[in-house]
Nanobody
């Protein structure tokens, strides 16, 4: 049974940092891509950062230069290093895995087959 479990969320002041982790289990094959999405109440889920099996990364304009996506060597854990956090970064952050079709953008929600339950990030001013 495929599982994605996020951790590392919490509350931080504006300008602070957090590191999110997403541990994947139950896969019988290596995921071709993994990504981070976020959602606030009443808004669409948006792509934040993603990485594919070739190491290509994709970032939303709102986090470029502040967030870094990476994987461990075994490609089973996905990380999101978030620096210079702003109140607008407050959201539930979700991990996603396995892209079901080729795509130039890795930040499309309908690209991904599996999703985690999310971890809350709250940034206060």
């Amino acid at each position: 049974q495929v599982q994605l479990v996020e951790s590392g969320g919490g509350s931080v002041q504006s300008g602070g940092s957090l590191r999110l982790s997403c541990t994947a289990s139950g896969f019988t094959y290596r995921s071709n891509c993994m990504g981070w999405f976020r959602q606030t109440p009443g808004k669409e889920r948006e792509g934040v950062a993603a990485i594919n099996v070739d190491g290509r990364t994709d970032y939303s304009d709102s986090v470029k230069g502040r967030f870094t996506v990476s994987q461990d060597n075994g490609k089973t854990t996905l990380y999101l290093q978030m620096n210079s956090l702003e109140p607008d970064d407050t959201a539930m952050y979700y991990c996603a895995a396995v892209c079901e079709r080729p795509s130039r953008s890795l930040l499309l929600q309908d690209l991904y087959k599996f999703w985690g339950q999310g971890t809350q990030v709250t940034v206060s001013s």
